[in-house]
């Protein structure tokens, strides 16, 4: 059994709750798992996700993957998971989030940064430097655990659900801090949607320049084409442009997270890192992907069946974190990681705006 690092800041409380990758309550440690015994739990997660894609589509701006925990969140609390489920929810909170993560490199082209535009990066980056230093500072300001303001630093920052799905396996957070921050995106995303377009028409903006905005400021893919076709079509096709370079922010990130974890656990002699666990697997095939699909080695045809393939995955593995979030320490959480969201919104929608002034990105 893994032991969990001392070091390990908590979601508020030392409560932690079950993570995806740790390993099983004593109750069913105790019995040595049987081949298949992770079908049980796998089958409660792809049922949830099922159901979760089909309100989706007709909520867009809800989206399977918020649906998802939310849906898991709402069974846990009615009836708790038997612990004879702990195996398939494991599974499709590790592996099957991984695979969906690393399929999403399919939907990029490396050379869509070079169509982005001298002036799109610089806001990129910007903005996301400035969302994840203010994660860390306020985050601790306000005494949100490490991985949790980690979390809703990096949606906030990159692309909401998805950053978050890729961040989690990484630096292994709790089930419950991954719905408590899904759920605070999600929240400013629906903000977004209403309040944007009216700041956009306020300030002058036209469409090219707020979609480079709402392509940087706002998080959730279904989020970015809502508040773009609210302001007006022209400004559509480059929220998404912009919106799709930047989930490959998601790279470096997870790199540097990977690498922070790496070091913290060689310090700790419990608990050694081998080099390989360093460079997480489903980044490598993200990377592969995004140039498969570069190089034309993805047919185009391929495009919609491999994006609803990578969020229908996404969307059962979170299933399963909200299924095994601890209630108890969400509850406990408070509204600080809420505040911490709030502060966040604010710093990447006025670092964008910002940005784009000091670039001479048109604003009136």
Request: contains cysteine; aromatic residues 4%; proline residues 8%.
């Amino acid at each position: 059994m893994r032991k969990e690092p001392d070091a390990r800041e908590p979601l508020s409380t030392p409560d932690r709750g079950p993570r995806p990758g740790d390993s099983a309550p004593a109750t069913a440690a105790a019995v040595r798992p049987m081949r298949g015994s992770w079908i049980p739990g796998l089958a409660v997660a792809l049922v949830l996700a099922v159901v979760a894609m089909a309100v989706g589509e007709r909520l867009p701006v809800l989206g399977g993957p918020v649906t998802a925990v939310v849906l898991g969140v709402l069974v846990a609390a009615v009836r708790r998971p038997a612990p004879r489920l702990t195996p398939g929810m494991r599974l499709a909170g590790k592996p099957v989030l991984q695979t969906g993560v690393a399929l999403l490199g399919a939907q990029l082209s490396l050379t869509q940064v070079l169509h982005v535009g001298a002036g799109s990066l610089p806001v990129m980056i910007g903005s996301l430097a400035a969302c994840l230093l203010a994660a860390r500072v306020i985050g601790r300001r306000l005494g949100v655990g490490g991985d949790l303001r980690t979390l809703i630093g990096a949606g906030t920052g990159i692309c909401g659900a998805s950053a978050i799905a890729a961040v989690t396996p990484v630096i292994g957070a709790a089930s419950a801090q991954v719905a408590y921050a899904i759920s605070t995106i999600f929240l400013f995303n629906i903000a977004a949607v209403v309040v944007f377009p009216l700041v956009g028409h306020l300030i002058g903006m036209d469409p090219q320049v707020f979609g480079l905005f709402a392509g940087t400021a706002v998080n959730d893919m279904s989020s970015v084409v809502a508040v773009a076709t609210a302001y007006g079509p022209g400004a559509v096709d480059d929220a998404v442009v912009v919106k799709l370079t930047r989930t490959l922010m998601i790279i470096p990130v997870c790199l540097g997270l990977a690498l922070l974890a790496g070091r913290r656990a060689r310090s700790a002699p419990s608990a050694p890192v081998r080099p390989a666990g360093l460079v997480p697997w489903f980044l490598v095939a993200f990377l592969l992907a995004a140039a498969a699909n570069s190089a034309g080695l993805v047919p185009a045809t391929a495009h919609p069946g491999l994006k609803e393939l990578s969020v229908f995955l996404i969307t059962v593995a979170l299933s399963a974190v909200g299924l095994s979030t601890d209630l108890t320490a969400l509850r406990r959480t408070g509204p600080r990681p809420l505040l911490l969201g709030a502060c966040l919104w604010v710093v990447v929608s006025s670092s964008s705006l910002a940005l784009q002034y000091a670039f001479g990105g048109g604003l009136s």
